[in-house]
C-alpha cells in the first residue's frame, strides 16, 4: 500500500473515531439527564472559540463572518454553557441551561439590540431545537442547531410572524472551532466537566486537565 493510500485510511479512521465518539455523547441523551452536569456533557465541546460563517437567507448573496466564545459557568451542582459573540447581527450574548424538572434545554440571550429573549426546547437525533415559548405580537422565533462533529455544527435561526402557520428562515450558520484541526488524536479530559481539558495542572506529584 501506498503511502498517499496509507494516509488516506489513516484520516479516515480519525474522522470515524472522533464522529463515534460524538455520536455516543449525543444519544446517552435519549436517557434523561440525572443532574445538570450529564445535561451539559453532549454540548461541552462548545466551550472554546467558533468562527461563525452567517448567511441572509433573503438575501443569499450576503454573508458575513462573527465569532462566539463558549466557557462553563459552574455554581455549586449547577452546569450551565455561557456565550459572547463578536460581530453577530441576531445575539450579544447568551446563557444555555437545563430545567431538571420539566427536561427542558432553555437559552436566556441578549439580542443584538440590548433586548432579553428565551428559548426552549429539546434533542431531535443530533438536533437541538429552541422556539420562543409563546408568540407576542410581532411573532416568534426558533434555533435550530445540527451538531455534525466536535468541531463543527450548523444552524439556523427562523421567524414566524403573529398570526402565521409557516417558518420563515432568516439567517443560518456554519459553525467551525478556531485552533482545532480537522482530524487530531484524543484529547486529555478534565477533571472539573469531564470535558476537553487544555490546562496542564501538576499537584502532589501528578499531572491533572482541566478546561
Same mark, same amino acid.
Request: hydrophobic content about 40%.
Given at each position: 500500500?501506498?503511502?498517499?493510500a496509507?494516509? !488516506?485510511r =489513516?484520516? &479516515?479512521? =480519525?474522522?470515524r473515531?472522533?464522529s463515534? #465518539? ?10 434523561d439527564p440525572r443532574t445538570?452536569k450529564? #445535561?451539559m ?5 462548545l466551550? =472554546?472559540e ?7 437567507? &433573503?438575501?443569499?448573496?450576503q454573508?458575513? $463572518?462573527e465569532?462566539? #466564545?463558549w ?5 455549586g451542582?449547577?452546569?450551565a454553557?455561557?456565550f459572547?459573540?463578536?460581530g ?6 447568551g446563557?444555555?441551561?437545563y ?8 437559552l436566556e440571550?441578549?439580542?443584538a ?7 426552549e426546547?429539546a ?7 429552541? $422556539? $420562543?415559548p ?5 411573532g416568534? $422565533?426558533?434555533?435550530?442547531f445540527q451538531?455534525?462533529?466536535?468541531n463543527?455544527?450548523?444552524g439556523?435561526?427562523?421567524?414566524r410572524e ?12 456554519q459553525f467551525?472551532?478556531?485552533g482545532?484541526p480537522?482530524?487530531?488524536?484524543? !484529547? ?6 469531564? =470535558?476537553t ?5 501538576r499537584y502532589?506529584?501528578k499531572?491533572?486537565y482541566v478546561?
Open positions: 500500500m501506498g503511502m498517499k496509507r494516509r !488516506r =489513516g484520516i &479516515a479512521g =480519525g474522522l473515531r472522533g463515534s #465518539a460524538f455520536a455516543l455523547a449525543i444519544l446517552a441523551l435519549q436517557a445538570t450529564e #445535561a456533557r453532549p454540548v461541552q465541546f466551550v =472554546g467558533w468562527k461563525v460563517l452567517v448567511t441572509d437567507e &433573503a438575501r443569499r448573496d454573508s458575513w $463572518e465569532e462566539q #466564545a466557557e462553563y459557568r459552574i455554581e451542582d449547577t452546569y454553557l455561557r459572547a459573540a463578536r453577530s447581527r441576531a445575539f450579544k450574548e446563557l444555555l441551561t430545567d431538571l424538572a420539566r427536561k427542558t434545554y432553555r440571550v441578549v439580542r439590540s440590548g433586548t432579553p429573549a428565551s428559548f426546547g434533542w431531535a437525533g443530533r438536533e437541538l431545537k429552541l $422556539e $420562543e409563546q408568540d407576542s405580537a410581532s416568534r $422565533e426558533r434555533l435550530t451538531f455534525l462533529r466536535d463543527r455544527f450548523l439556523t435561526l427562523e421567524r403573529a398570526g402565521a402557520k409557516a417558518w420563515r428562515p432568516v439567517f443560518s450558520y467551525t472551532k478556531k482545532v480537522f482530524v487530531r488524536a484524543e !484529547r486529555p479530559k478534565c477533571v472539573v466537566t469531564g =470535558g481539558g487544555d490546562i496542564e495542572v502532589q506529584g499531572t491533572y478546561c
